[in-house]
């Protein structure tokens, strides 16, 4: 402890001298019965002698004196929990080393106040260093020497980089600091992070003096790395952290650019492991509406991956045909694995892939030879799509195609009549035959493939010697075949051709999609040529290997983004996934709209390691703020001042004894130290929703899926509050082989794959449904096929996705379920509260199914509602009162429909069947304008 007016303790000589003084006390009055005013004539007056003042008093006056004296001396207590004295001495000059990469974010509070902490201790001039470059590229350097007070302004303000530390460069300048002659005192304030630049670093900082480094040993450091492509329909995630002694959970958000969670992932990272990886299970159309993945254990820029049009799934159709599906010589064999790692692939005949969303139709050999195929596939592709076909020798002269079909060449230059081949998907005319390169039969040798020209999509794309061309068919010559061809060989002859059919285009190899013309579909070449296409199919401008691509927007130490600082440059467009992330070149977004990439932290990050230890080490919750005592003491000294004044009015008054008096003051300075508790209204044993209407889920043992809906009941609880004279409670999560269902109006119960068969579970739930329960089941957005009507145990409930069908089977059988029907506008539950004509969720237009014609045994209440669409997420509401999970396609406008028809279900549950009334049917139907 030290003072900061210590001269005044000098006040305490005086404490004897006020012993004595306060030792009198002025006698009590006394009482006096006169029968007569004659009698006073005859008193006379004593002498009185003062009274002593108790024991008690005279410590209470000492102390408060000694309290108000101690406390205007200014005493501060130093506080340092690690319990070891500061190297080097308090006196010594110091240098504190601060690391403010992206390392330190998540503890960077922590670290500025031990900073403060050791700033408090200063008495001299302390100089700073931090060590990750500057906004403008500058390198750590030295500060001048600086007054505590005002460097703990600079501290303050001064915030962490988005990019890795440059230990390297701060070792120099520390050595740069030594040879000047500098020794002192060395603060490292370390983010735990070990580099290979540490050996030089600890070097430099020990040839200082002495060391402590400050550091959080249990901090959570994790960044979020490229995960590979394993070739299924999931977006995979991958972490890199730090290892520590304990299992982990780490939570990864899905999100959509304008911040709406799609999913939500838990990583689990093994005691020991420095990586963890998990699958993100999404349709391509959610997948593709992903912006970023955010790590919400680690806040800043290693938690945030951003995403550009290389990382998403693009629908692909592949046409089958008959026949031709084989190993190693099948027409989509070398096509699948082509395209699995960067595509969804459907297959099947063309009108059933186009009722879907697609990308690229691909058509191998055959494909099209039916004219409506083609009919429907022009229609398509002049909406906007992009047909790639392939040549072989159904194209090459085949009786199949009717030369009298009134369909025309495209944009060839030639006219439709002088084509052999009258297609409207042939981007340029064909001559008849086939030209082979080669073989017995032939003078020819197989050709090579020329460089791509400069206006092809494929430029810049290394053509390997070993590819060549044995077969192929021609187009028919033309002045502007040139401009149709973005492959050729060496030649000259086209390779690969195309042209634009309204607003969509045709591509057309003019060899197989299998190795009997060309071994062209092994080779490498074939996979990155279907890749630009499929990037073109989404107007995305491949840039050549080397153009530069300037910073668009990057990411700052609070992951947010933001315009590109001073130092920021630009980036070959070859350089991305080999680039580590630096003052130079920032992680962000970088490029035009039509060529955007996204540069990450994590792309080419290692695994990551603790560092050693340096000099003596401490934690930094060891390292707070001294704090000031004088306020305290003062304000106690007053209180005891007071007190005592109250205690001698009251003896003087004669109300109080001297015992009585010691007694009250206790017994008000143990009322003034003490909290009033607080009494629990509650009874011992009754739950909560004994007390107030509730609603429940049934808990499935999944943290995020259980927390989901928790939250979207308490969503769905607070609208019903707010917009019904319903009031309803906290939701609960139950167990029904353990709680007491009888409670609650409505359950809620996701689906899960995992779901197992348990018959107590069953009994409690048939309990449940006998007694007017409703239970709400949702297989969150996976739409079970259309059922019968009949149970959710028929065969009709054959799935889409084969996990959720079976695990919904498991959960419902032995249920009292009752034959089903697909709930209309018409149900009661359409007009309960709101007036509905669609049921959606997180997801708009999956069927939802009541029972047919209600339970009898319940008033018409149907007991089980049965849906896909997803309702707990779009009810969520997080602890910040915002809504974090996207509702697609209608965004807010589906959202609010969304929480109606929960509403509608509350109400439903609560009051029964009583809108189903014939007294109710005028005033419906006036409403609904019938």
Request: net charge neutral; charged share 15%; aromatic share 4%.
């Amino acid at each position: 402890m030290i003072f900061q007016l210590p001269w005044l303790l000098a006040a305490l000589a005086i404490l004897p001298v006020l012993w004595l003084l306060l030792r009198t006390l002025p006698p009590p009055p006394q009482r006096r019965a006169f029968p007569a005013i004659m009698l006073l004539r005859g008193l006379r007056a004593r002498v009185t002698q003062a009274a002593t003042a108790p024991l008690w008093l005279l410590l209470l006056r000492c102390v408060a004196l000694a309290a108000l004296i101690v406390g205007l001396a200014g005493p501060v207590l130093r506080q340092n929990r690690a319990g070891q004295p500061a190297p080097g001495g308090q006196d010594a000059e110091q240098i504190i080393v601060l690391d403010n990469g992206w390392a330190a974010v998540p503890d960077w509070p922590r670290r500025l106040a031990a900073i403060d902490a050791v700033l408090d201790r200063a008495t001299h001039p302390v100089r700073l260093l931090t060590t990750a470059p500057g906004l403008a590229g500058e390198a750590p350097s030295v500060g001048a020497p600086t007054p505590p007070s005002l460097l703990r302004g600079m501290v303050d303000s001064t915030r962490p980089m988005p990019w890795p530390t440059d230990r390297a460069a701060a070792a120099r300048a520390l050595r740069d600091l030594a040879s000047g002659g500098w020794h002192g005192r060395v603060v490292y304030v370390s983010d735990g992070l070990a580099s290979a630049d540490d050996p030089a670093f600890a070097a430099a900082l020990t040839a200082l003096g002495p060391v402590q480094t400050l550091i959080d040993r249990n901090a959570t450091i994790a960044v979020l790395t490229p995960a590979p492509a394993n070739g299924d329909q999931q977006l995979h995630v991958a972490i890199s952290a730090l290892p520590l002694p304990h299992p982990r959970q780490l939570t990864v958000r899905a999100e959509a650019m304008d911040g709406g969670v799609l999913s939500l992932v838990q990583v689990p990272v093994a005691a020991g492991a420095r990586e963890g990886s998990a699958g993100v299970a999404l349709p391509a159309e959610l997948r593709n509406r992903i912006g970023r993945l955010v790590l919400r254990d680690m806040p800043g820029p290693a938690g945030v991956r951003l995403l550009d049009e290389g990382d998403r799934r693009r629908p692909v159709g592949l046409i089958g045909v008959a026949g031709t599906d084989t190993p190693l010589v099948g027409t989509l064999f070398y096509l699948r694995r082509a395209l699995s790692p960067t595509a969804e692939l459907r297959e099947g005949p063309a009108p059933t892939l186009l009722k879907r969303p697609l990308s690229i139709l691909i058509a191998p050999d055959g494909a099209l030879d039916s004219p409506e195929t083609r009919r429907i596939v022009t229609e398509w592709v002049r909406k906007g799509g992009m047909l790639i076909r392939f040549a072989g020798p159904l194209l090459n002269g085949s009786p199949d195609h009717d030369p009298t079909t009134p369909d025309t060449v495209m944009d060839s230059g030639a006219p439709a009549a002088s084509s052999p081949l009258p297609d409207a998907l042939l981007p340029v005319p064909l001559m008849d035959g086939e030209r082979q390169l080669g073989g017995a039969m032939s003078w020819g040798k197989p050709e090579h493939l020329a460089p791509f020209p400069d206006d092809s999509p494929f430029h810049g794309l290394a053509v390997p010697a070993d590819v060549t061309v044995s077969r192929q068919v021609l187009a028919r010559p033309a002045a502007n075949l040139a401009t149709h061809s973005w492959a050729r060989l060496t030649d000259g002859t086209p390779l690969v051709t195309h042209a634009a059919l309204g607003t969509g285009e045709v591509v057309l190899f003019h060899v197989t999609s299998t190795a009997e013309w060309s071994n062209l579909p092994l080779s490498g070449l074939f996979v990155d040529m279907l890749r630009r296409l499929a990037e073109r199919s989404v107007g995305i401008d491949a840039p050549a290997d080397h153009s530069l691509l300037a910073p668009y927007m990057t990411l700052d130490a609070d992951a947010t983004l933001s315009p590109p600082p001073p130092a920021a440059r630009a980036l070959p467009s070859d350089a991305f996934g080999t680039t580590p992330a630096s003052a130079a070149h920032p992680p962000g977004l970088y490029g035009p709209r039509a060529s955007r990439r996204a540069l990450n932290l994590g792309d080419v990050i290692g695994p990551l390691a603790a560092q050693s230890t340096i000099g003596h080490e401490a934690t930094l919750s060891g390292q707070s703020r001294d704090r000031a005592l004088g306020p305290w003491l003062v304000a106690a000294a007053l209180l005891l001042l007071a007190l005592d004044a109250m205690l001698t009015l009251l003896l003087r008054a004669g109300r109080l004894s001297g015992r009585q008096a010691a007694l009250t003051g206790t017994i008000l300075l143990a009322a003034l130290s003490s909290s009033p508790a607080r009494a629990d209204p509650r009874p011992d044993g009754v739950p909560g929703a004994a007390l107030e209407t509730r609603l429940g889920y049934i808990q499935t043992g999944h943290a995020d899926i259980d927390a989901v809906s928790r939250e979207g009941l308490q969503g769905l609880s607070d609208y019903t509050n707010a917009r019904t004279s319903a009031v309803l409670g906290h939701p609960d999560g139950v167990v029904p082989t353990r709680d007491d269902l009888s409670y609650y109006p409505m359950l809620y119960w996701p689906v899960v794959a995992d779901a197992t068969i348990d018959p107590a579970r069953t009994a409690a739930l048939n309990a449940y449904m006998r007694h007017g329960g409703i239970l709400l089941i949702d297989s969150q957005g996976i739409d079970p096929a259309t059922p019968s009507a009949g149970s959710p145990s028929d065969a009709g409930f054959a799935a889409q996705a084969p996990g959720t069908a079976a695990a919904l089977r498991r959960m419902t059988r032995g249920l009292d379920v009752p034959p089903l029907t697909r709930l209309t506008d018409k149900h009661v539950l359409a007009h309960t509260f709101y007036l509905l004509h669609s049921f959606p969720g997180r997801y708009d237009g999956l069927p939802v199914w009541v029972a047919r014609g209600g339970d009898s045994a319940n008033d018409g209440v149907s007991p089980v509602i049965i849906g896909s669409s997803d309702w707990a997420h779009a009810w969520a509401i997080d602890a910040q009162g915002d809504t974090p999970y996207a509702t697609v396609p209608d965004g807010a406008n589906q959202r609010v429909i969304a929480y109606r028809f929960g509403v509608n279900a509350v109400l439903y549950a609560l009051t029964g069947n009583y809108k189903a009334d014939q007294v109710h049917v005028p005033a419906l139907l006036r409403r609904l304008g019938e």
